[in-house]
């Protein structure tokens, strides 16, 4: 953008390929609504779509409520501040998994849902440093599991829930087993108590 730019609605092509279209402020940094897109030229100039954001822009960043397309093809529709997923948004994978709820600087933290799309399958509760700790995992035939995790995986005390209408109290304890090549690896071995009826 030369010296001659001026504040307001502008379109822009920068020297790398990439584009702007949006407001600027008097301090010549985006502002405003506008559609930022990462392009890629090929040896033969043809030019590619990398990624894109449009949405609101604050001093030059990403902030407020905006939609990003990633190179991989993942996508996110939410709120932004300084240029990183923070607040609530819906993140939607390029495998067809979805997770939607809270982020802090561009991970998953608070409340938040993820819908597995290989089985149906969701985890319901609160995330931490971008991974589920506390809530429920609740199955494509009905059943659930409830209770904390470690890593993603079940752990502790902990309820299960079958479509029958059976309930199991419980508790996934770390164990040592041996694999097929003969190492020692840790797993997640279920202890459970007595299975009642509770419908």
Same mark, same amino acid.
């Given at each position: 953008?030369?010296?001659?730019?001026?504040?307001?609605?502008?379109?822009?092509?920068?020297?790398?390929?990439?584009? &702007?279209?949006? $407001?600027?402020?008097?301090?010549?940094?985006?502002? @405003?609504?506008?559609?930022?897109?990462?392009?890629?030229?090929?040896?033969?100039?043809?030019?590619?779509?990398?990624?894109?954001?449009?949405? $609101?822009?604050?001093?030059?960043?990403?902030?407020?409520?905006?939609?990003?397309?990633?190179?991989?093809?993942?996508?996110?529709?939410?709120?932004?501040?300084?240029?990183?997923? $923070?607040?609530?948004?819906?993140?939607?994978?390029?495998? @067809?998994?979805?997770?939607?709820?809270?982020?802090?600087?561009?991970?998953?933290?608070?409340?938040?849902?993820?819908?597995? !799309?290989?089985?149906?399958?969701?985890?319901?509760?609160?995330? !931490?440093?971008?991974?589920? $700790?506390?809530?429920?995992?609740?199955?494509?035939?009905?059943?659930?599991?409830?209770?904390?995790?470690?890593?993603?995986?079940?752990?502790?005390?902990?309820?299960?829930?079958?479509?029958?209408?059976?309930?199991?109290?419980?508790?996934?304890?770390?164990?040592?087993?041996?694999?097929?090549?003969?190492?020692?690896?840790?797993?997640?071995? &279920?202890?459970?108590?007595?299975?009642?009826?509770?419908?």
């Amino acid at each position: 953008m030369g010296d001659d730019a001026v504040e307001g609605e502008v379109k822009i092509r920068y020297a790398n390929g990439d584009t &702007f279209e949006g $407001t600027i402020g008097t301090d010549r940094l985006k502002h @405003g609504e506008g559609k930022y897109t990462w392009n890629q030229r090929s040896e033969d100039g043809e030019v590619a779509v990398l990624a894109t954001y449009e949405g $609101t822009y604050v001093n030059g960043s990403k902030s407020g409520l905006g939609k990003m397309t990633f190179p991989n093809g993942d996508t996110y529709h939410g709120e932004w501040k300084a240029d990183k997923m $923070t607040g609530d948004g819906s993140f939607m994978y390029a495998n @067809g998994d979805i997770f939607s709820g809270k982020f802090e600087d561009g991970i998953r933290s608070g409340k938040g849902t993820y819908e597995f !799309a290989v089985d149906k399958s969701l985890f319901v509760g609160d995330w !931490a440093e971008n991974t589920i $700790t506390d809530g429920k995992w609740v199955f494509k035939d009905g059943g659930s599991y409830v209770g904390r995790f470690e890593n993603g995986n079940p752990i502790g005390n902990c309820m299960l829930r079958f479509p029958s209408g059976l309930q199991q109290d419980g508790e996934y304890v770390k164990a040592q087993t041996t694999n097929d090549n003969g190492e020692e690896v840790a797993v997640h071995k &279920f202890v459970g108590g007595t299975i009642v009826k509770v419908r």
